[in-house]
């Protein structure tokens, strides 16, 4: 199943990086969308949960 975050702050390249490290660190299946504002995350609601948490710690706000 595909849930899609909105991401507040998502501005640029440099905030892909930022997101993508601290979301290869969970080993979740993910994309992200500079485009959108936009995490895709692909997996279980227990999987979001724990997408919402590392994306909160590196300083984003999850809508």
Same mark, same amino acid.
């Given at each position: 199943m595909k849930h899609i975050l909105f991401v507040k702050g998502l501005k640029s390249q440099d905030d892909v990086r930022k997101i993508t490290e601290a979301l290869q660190e969970t080993q979740l299946e993910f994309e992200v969308s500079l485009t959108n504002q936009a /995490?895709?995350?692909?997996?279980?609601?227990? &999987? =979001?949960?724990?997408?919402? /948490?590392?994306?909160?710690?590196?300083?984003? &706000? =999850?809508?």
């Open positions: /995490v895709i995350v692909h997996g279980r609601n227990d &999987l =979001v949960r724990i997408a919402k /948490v590392a994306l909160m710690e590196a300083g984003y &706000l =999850v809508d």
